[in-house]
């Protein structure tokens, strides 16, 4: 079956960079697009960024564009989320997500199987 694992959260101060990584298995991951997704306590998940199945078409939620960067490594089955200048509104945990669709999409409708989250916690 599906699994997603994501790891790189933790606590850090603003203005810092924190890296997420998300292992993925049981599903063919160069075929399929992958997405970034947050949910903050009292708050719905949301979007925050994902990439097709090649990795060149890219989607960011306007709050992390300019300051995220999603990329994959099709080769070790590893989807990435290199967050810098990290602000206290990013604290969340962070879920990693399989698309659907080989294209990138920003919808939550769109993707299939989630990881169980890595808690991202920034000081002011």
């Known amino acids: 079956q599906v699994q997603l694992v994501e790891s790189g959260g933790g606590l850090v101060r603003a203005g810092d960079s924190l890296r997420l990584s998300c292992v993925a298995s049981g599903f063919t991951f160069d075929r399929m697009a992958m997405g970034w997704f947050r949910q903050a306590p009292g708050k719905e998940r949301e979007f925050v960024s994902s990439l097709s199945w090649s990795g060149g078409n890219t989607y960011y939620a306007d709050s992390v564009t300019g300051r995220f960067t999603i990329s994959r490594d099709n080769a070790k089955n590893t989807l990435y989320l290199q967050m810098n200048s990290l602000k206290p509104e990013d604290t969340a945990v962070y879920y990693c997500?399989?698309?659907?669709?080989?294209?990138?999409?920003?919808?939550?409708?769109?993707?299939?199987?989630w990881g169980q989250g890595t808690q991202v916690t920034i000081s002011s």
């Open positions: 997500a399989v698309s659907k669709y080989r294209i990138a999409t920003t919808t939550l409708a769109d993707f299939d199987d």
